[in-house]
């Protein structure tokens, strides 16, 4: 009796999955041919939905992202690391046959005077005409003048040691931030002659002018 009643219900039970199993897939089938679009749903992945890349080995690289997943709908599939060459930019290399270089036109310069608050330094001139070609390599490397005439006023202070200590751009004209900054730095630091007071300031005046060709 107890063998007969266990027979029905295995049976039973196995009669009750056969007809879920089978609702479920009518369900399916409905949805698929109700709505075309919904048969991509099915089965779905909860992870990446729009599909996984993966590395050849069973192991997952990375879920993919729309657009990846629409081309290769359509036929050709990007990659996704590719980028687009940038574009040939006129400053970088040397100019083309139909491309005119920057017109810098030639330099000349006139350093000096130095101009000096209080006392003398007799030796400030000579000392900063010494680096002449260093001032006009700065402002030629920075983008030249853009008139026909530049200036850069370079001040600093001189203690007893003799030299140049805190020179700052007092006045630029015609010329970039970066050209003057660059003249201050050679200026820094350089020795220009004792002064006859214990610290003096003093004021340095390079002029550029640039050539008609």
């Not at 970088?92 to 101009?115: A, N, Y």
């Not at 970066?178 to 730095?185: E, N």
Request: aromatic letters at 4%; hydrophobic letters at 40%; charged letters at 25%.
């Amino acid at each position: 009796m107890i063998r007969t009643l266990g027979s029905r219900a295995i049976i039973l039970g196995f009669l009750a999955t056969a007809a879920l199993s089978a609702v479920t897939l009518g369900a399916l089938t409905q949805a698929r041919a109700d709505d075309p679009g919904k048969a991509n749903r099915y089965p779905y992945d909860p992870v990446c939905s729009w599909g996984r890349i993966a590395d050849g080995r069973g192991m997952m690289v990375r879920c993919m992202k729309q657009s990846e997943a629409e081309a290769l709908l359509a036929g050709a599939a990007p990659s996704p690391t590719a980028t687009p060459a940038p574009a040939p930019s006129s400053s970088d290399g040397p100019p083309g046959p139909d491309e005119e270089p920057p017109d810098v036109g030639k330099l000349t310069m006139d350093v000096g005077p130095v101009k000096v608050d209080s006392g003398t330094l007799p030796l400030a001139l000579k000392k900063l005409q010494a680096p002449s070609d260093r001032y006009l390599e700065c402002v030629e490397k920075h983008g030249g003048v853009t008139k026909a005439d530049g200036e850069v006023q370079v001040r600093f202070l001189v203690r007893e040691r003799g030299r140049a200590e805190g020179a700052v751009v007092k006045l630029r004209r015609a010329v970039s931030e970066k050209a003057a900054a660059c003249i201050a730095d050679v200026v820094d630091r350089r020795f220009v002659g004792h002064p006859d007071v214990p610290i003096v300031g003093a004021t340095l005046i390079v002029k550029f002018s640039k050539a008609a060709r």
